[in-house]
């Protein structure tokens, strides 16, 4: 049934993902917060977008709904066309086929207890492949590892942990190459690795993209990353979409105020830094 639903929407060219009204509150009374507050969002097929904003802007509370991780409290969210139903674990699985994610920490997205073999076979087995014959499956783990410019033989039989952080990355990658879903949810991919490790991983990523026609939801602070990868871009304060629009128009003409703000906030290596409005505004939320 999900393959279905996913061929339909991969040859109508439509929405593979959107969602009216999101609400996200936390708490009740005085201790009352909302994450995330009425949000619209549409996401195509093929697609990069980036949801950017500061710490605190409700950005990952949205991944963590879109991904069924965390409750909706208002509001509905649409996949491929239809309402997203995650009712029972198996609808949940179901529906984590065709959505995956790769998180900002590398050294807490593994079981620490499964060796790299098992993570693979895992995504193997995810995607119907229980049943192929283990030289099947070793040529596959050895494709998905070659993909990310990883070693198979050097890999196997070893723990995530003892490899590096970027090759943790690109270990995440691999995976995302073999469960192949229609929609990759990035928050913070390359924050945590250094500069040369994060432009191979965002090329390996644009080019699941490419390869695959993968739609990449990038969630990120970094507005020059944004402007770089996307399409399109939605801008998030305090649980609100205060702008969105395609990455040219929200980034080189922004509207919104807070969309000003930070790309003043970029430093500029010819200009000198100024810390003026960052100690009005950390004044106005003390």
């Not at 393959?3 to 005085?30: D, P, R, Y």
């Not at 991780?69 to 969210?77: K, Q, W």
């Not at 003043?264 to 960052?278: A, G, L």
Request: hydrophobic share 40%.
């Amino acid at each position: 049934m999900l393959e279905q639903v996913l061929t339909n929407s991969i040859a109508q060219g439509g929405l593979c993902l959107s969602g009216k009204g999101v609400t996200k509150i936390f708490g009740m009374g005085a201790r009352r917060t909302v994450a995330v507050d009425h949000v619209d969002f549409e996401f195509r097929k093929s697609e990069v977008i980036s949801i950017v904003g500061e710490s605190g802007s409700g950005k990952t509370t949205l991944v963590k709904m879109l991904l069924g991780l965390t409750s909706v409290t208002e509001g509905d969210i649409y996949f491929m066309g239809q309402k997203r139903d995650i009712s029972s674990r198996k609808k949940k699985h179901d529906y984590w086929r065709g959505i995956q994610a790769i998180f900002q920490d590398p050294f807490s997205s593994y079981n620490i207890f499964h060796k790299i073999d098992a993570v693979l076979l895992d995504c193997i087995n995810m995607r119907g492949g229980k049943g192929l014959p283990k030289k099947k499956k070793v040529e596959m783990m050895a494709e998905a590892c070659s993909f990310v410019n990883l070693k198979y033989e050097e890999l196997t039989n070893k723990y995530p942990f003892e490899l590096s952080g970027g090759q943790m990355q690109r270990l995440m990658i691999a995976r995302i190459f073999l469960l192949q879903p229609s929609i990759l949810l990035a928050d913070e991919p390359t924050s945590m690795i250094d500069a040369c490790s994060r432009a191979t991983i965002l090329d390996m990523l644009l080019n699941l993209r490419k390869d695959i026609g993968m739609t990449i939801i990038f969630v990120t602070h970094d507005i020059g990353l944004a402007y770089y990868v996307s399409d399109t871009v939605y801008i998030m304060e305090r649980g609100k979409i205060v702008e969105f629009g395609g990455a040219d128009d929200v980034i080189l003409r922004p509207k919104a105020d807070y969309t000003q703000r930070l790309i003043q906030d970029v430093p500029k290596i010819h200009e000198p830094w100024d810390f003026t409005n960052r100690k009005a505004r950390t004044a106005v939320f003390v």
